[in-house]
Structure formats: C-alpha cells, structure tokens
C-alpha cells in the first residue's frame, strides 16, 4: 500500500463549487504540505502543518483552507471554485528533524468549469 | 531573495547518449538540495539528495547530482539514459534546515528521449 494516498484522484466541478481533497500517510510524518502543480510553473506550496495544532499559509494560499484532522490526516479545500484554480494537487509529508526529503502522494487532477 | 532556476524547459537527448540538467539557487547559505523525477501521470519520486559532505551524490536509477557550491548549482547527470528516463525532472530546494516553509522547486525540466 502507499505511504501517502490522495482522493479523489480526479475531480470536475463547478465554478462556485465547495470542493475537498483529503490526504492521508502511513509514514509516521508530523510535517504535511499541499503543493499545486500548473504546467511551466512546478509545484507551489500552498499550506503546510507541522501537527495538528501548527497550521502555516505558503505562498499562494488565497482561495484556499486546510484542515489537520489527525497526525495522519491533512484535507484542501476550495470554498468556491474558480476556473484558474484548476490544476495538479499534491500532499507530501516528512519527518521533523530529518531526513528532509518529503514523500509525495499520486496527486489530485482537479478541473474547475 | 531566496531562488531556484532550472533553465532548460526541454531537453532532447538520444537514448545512450549522456545527460545534464542545470539547476542553480540563490541563497547566502548552503541548502538541502534535491532533485525529483516526475513521469507522466505520476506523482514525485525522490533521485537524490545533499545535505553535506561528499559533492558528488549518487541516486537510483543510475543519476547521480554535483553540489558546486562556488557556483551556487546542483546539476543532474546520467552516463546513458534510457527512453523509460523520458519524465519531467524538478530541482527543490530547502532552504531553510528547519524544514519550515516546504521545499521551493524549480520550474522542472521536460526530458525527451530521441530514439
């Protein structure tokens, strides 16, 4: 089974739509990250944790919330939906001091009509 | 401020033939430094890795990266690739040893293999 697991794997919806995409790990990791993936750019952070109680915006976090459910548990959410908030969405988690490379989930493909 | 740049966004490479792919920061320190393979469809998989010591880093799939730290640079080399190399390659930096504020990446390189 895979350490970090993301759902749904695919997503269509609608403008002005409430959308969330839960990430989940098996790795033990306190640190959990939600990066956003357009085509030309990399990966952009978003919003990462580092425990339930520690909740911090990245670089493009309008748009956007999080929730930490549990250690494990890490969930996006769009409260509505815009067209240019389609893009790859992945969760990656690590361990806090080390070893510092982060595990990535498959990611998410959401599209926004 | 803080910075990375990958500057080829295509590369197109003969099967056998070697391969590099460029990846410079900006930063007054030295970094934790990394590179990632994305193939298509598919999330990211760690290649290698530097945090100290030895400049040359060996990763799997027979990659291996050199921290030049006069030049601020971390490229990715392979001897030969093989079409199964063909994938999006990013370059991620953290920047701060903490680990806080995630990795920064690179705008990823796309590697095509010519047959």
């Known amino acids: 089974d895979a350490d970090v697991t993301q759902t749904p794997r695919n997503r269509i919806t609608k403008t002005g739509k409430r959308i969330m995409l839960e990430c989940s790990q098996t790795?033990?990791?306190?640190?959990m990250y939600w990066y956003r993936q357009d085509p030309g750019l990399g990966l952009q952070l978003i919003y990462y944790?580092?425990?339930?109680?520690?909740?911090n915006k990245g670089e493009i976090s309008d748009g956007y919330s999080v929730s930490r459910q549990a250690q494990a548990k890490f969930s996006l959410s769009l409260e509505s939906a815009i067209p240019n908030q389609t893009a790859l969405y992945f969760c990656?988690?690590?361990?806090?001091?080390?070893?510092?490379?982060?595990?990535f989930g498959p990611g998410t493909r959401l599209t926004v009509t | 401020a803080q910075s990375v740049t990958q500057p080829d966004i295509h590369i197109t490479v003969s099967e056998g033939a070697s391969l590099e792919l460029r990846c410079n920061y900006s930063y007054g320190a030295t970094p934790y430094l990394f590179w990632y393979v994305q193939s298509p469809g598919q999330g990211l998989q760690l290649l290698l890795k530097?945090?100290?010591?030895?400049?040359l880093v060996q990763g799997i799939k027979g990659f291996e990266a050199e921290f030049k730290r006069s030049q601020s640079s971390f490229n990715l080399r392979k001897p030969s690739v093989h079409w199964s190399d063909a994938a999006e390659y990013f370059c991620?930096?953290?920047?701060?040893?903490?680990?806080?504020?995630?990795?920064?990446f690179g705008k990823g390189t796309h590697l095509i293999i010519q047959p």
């Open positions: 790795k033990g990791h306190d640190r």
């Open positions: 530097y945090f100290s010591g030895d400049t």
């Open positions: 991620a930096v953290l920047f701060n040893r903490g680990g806080a504020d995630g990795l920064t």
């Open positions: 944790s580092f425990d339930v109680k520690d909740i």
């Open positions: 990656a988690t690590h361990l806090a001091g080390g070893p510092y490379e982060q595990y």
